[in-house]
């Protein structure tokens, strides 16, 4: 089983700090998969974040007001460690203030 506490912010917070940029994934289909000799075929499917908190997609194809979170931007009052820049999802991003909060 996952260890909870390894998904916190807190505890990856220097090797998120140490990225350069935000890594955007590529969704990929693979259309023949029946045989291992020809070589299958690959088609884009979407682009998308994986969320910092929870390692949920964050689909980019989908307008900004019907995506599920975005990159956001926690100043260094808050963080003691200067601009921070997370991917975060909806649901965790209260999770993610309360963790820099306390």
Same mark, same amino acid.
């Given at each position: $089983?996952? !260890?909870?506490?390894?998904? &916190?912010?807190?505890? *990856?917070?220097?090797?998120?700090?140490?990225?350069?940029?935000?890594?955007? @994934?590529?969704?990929?289909?693979?259309?023949?998969? %029946? #045989?291992?000799?020809? &070589? #299958?075929?690959?088609? &884009? $499917?979407? =682009?998308?974040?994986?969320?910092?908190?929870? @390692? %949920?997609?964050? *689909?980019?194809?989908?307008?900004? !007001?019907? *995506?599920?979170?975005?990159?956001?931007?926690?100043?260094?009052?808050?963080? =003691?460690?200067?601009?921070? #820049?997370?991917?975060?999802?909806?649901?965790?991003? @209260?999770?993610?203030?309360?963790?820099?909060? #306390?």
């Amino acid at each position: $089983m996952i !260890d909870k506490t390894s998904w &916190k912010i807190r505890n *990856r917070l220097e090797q998120i700090q140490n990225r350069e940029k935000i890594v955007i @994934n590529t969704k990929i289909l693979k259309t023949n998969q %029946d #045989s291992n000799i020809v &070589k #299958s075929e690959t088609k &884009k $499917m979407y =682009k998308y974040y994986r969320c910092d908190y929870c @390692n %949920d997609e964050i *689909r980019l194809d989908l307008k900004k !007001d019907e *995506r599920t979170g975005g990159i956001v931007t926690f100043p260094h009052s808050l963080t =003691k460690r200067g601009k921070l #820049s997370l991917v975060l999802c909806n649901k965790c991003l @209260n999770k993610a203030f309360k963790e820099f909060e #306390s």
